[in-house]
């Protein structure tokens, strides 16, 4: 299915017959299979559908972590595949925050330490990453536990801090794998409220892959993948029955 854009400016991007398989010869499995989808700007876009059809693979390609083996990606006007790698590590590292099921935080950091990762590694002072790190936990509501340790945080406050750190360094593009299979319904939805609020503006956009029933009715648009390819794409308020 081609997805077409709707106007030039809006969208932020563009994925185009992208393709990839692993593995050679018998043991060849086509991952991806001329996948189309326009990410717009502020929106939240969904990627669903069963395992194994390639939504992880897919949002590796989107943001740089993975090589294609043919299409075209255009990240922000960017075309991933003519960029050499250092180069795509660098406009990841400015452009792309992470939020992961497993949060990943580092456990002897401290709440506001964790924050601050992304802005430390791009060279900014101790002092500065984490004032910006704590203006951003003070955004996602616990503010007041920038000195606790993950242990000292339940799954919810744990994935708060994961938000402010992927925010911190203000990327354009905000990836989130299965953000809220960790968590309890009411946890689930606070994180897709804060993301609606504080990630979604007009010069980002927010792309969440996942399983969870629970959280597809936040999303601006869901694509549906099968077997290697965006099938359907629906809007609000449009989804098929199997999401209500």
């Known amino acids: 299915m081609n997805e077409p854009a709707n106007g030039h400016q809006s969208v932020a991007i563009e994925a185009r017959g992208v393709t990839k398989t692993f593995g050679?010869?018998?043991?060849?499995?086509?991952?991806?299979?001329?996948?189309?989808?326009?990410?717009?700007?502020?929106?939240?876009?969904?990627?669903?559908?069963?395992?194994?059809?390639?939504?992880?693979?897919?949002?590796?390609?989107?943001?740089?972590?993975?090589?294609?083996?043919?299409?075209?990606?255009?990240?922000?006007?960017?075309?991933?595949?003519?960029?050499?790698?250092?180069?795509?590590?660098?406009?990841?590292?400015?452009?792309?925050?992470?939020?992961?099921?497993q949060f990943n935080l580092?456990?002897?950091?401290?709440?506001?330490?964790?924050?601050?990762?992304?802005?430390?590694?791009?060279?900014?002072?101790?002092?500065?990453?984490?004032?910006?790190?704590?203006?951003?936990?003070?955004?996602?509501?616990?503010?007041?536990k920038r000195r606790s340790y993950p242990t000292e945080l339940s799954g919810g406050q744990q994935q708060r801090v994961a938000i402010a750190r992927a925010l911190v360094h203000e990327p354009r593009l905000i990836i989130c794998d299965e953000p809220t299979a960790s968590l309890d319904a009411a946890s689930g939805h606070h994180v897709l409220e804060l993301l609606q609020k504080i990630a979604c503006r007009p010069d980002r956009c927010v792309i969440v892959v996942t399983h969870d029933s629970r959280i597809f009715s936040f999303a601006d648009r869901i694509a549906e993948m099968e077997d290697g390819q965006v099938k359907a794409v629906h809007g609000r308020g449009e989804y098929h029955a199997q999401y209500v």
């Open 24 to 101: 050679t010869g018998d043991s060849a499995v086509a991952a991806l299979k001329g996948v189309n989808l326009d990410v717009r700007f502020g929106e939240l876009t969904m990627i669903v559908g069963p395992s194994g059809c390639g939504k992880t693979t897919f949002l590796s390609v989107l943001c740089g972590t993975m090589k294609f083996d043919g299409g075209s990606v255009q990240l922000f006007g960017r075309d991933l595949a003519a960029m050499r790698d250092a180069e795509v590590t660098a406009f990841r590292g400015k452009n792309v925050g992470f939020i992961f099921q």
């Open 106 to 144: 580092i456990p002897t950091w401290s709440a506001v330490e964790n924050a601050s990762v992304p802005l430390l590694l791009a060279g900014a002072s101790r002092q500065t990453a984490e004032a910006a790190a704590q203006r951003l936990l003070d955004e996602v509501g616990i503010g007041q």
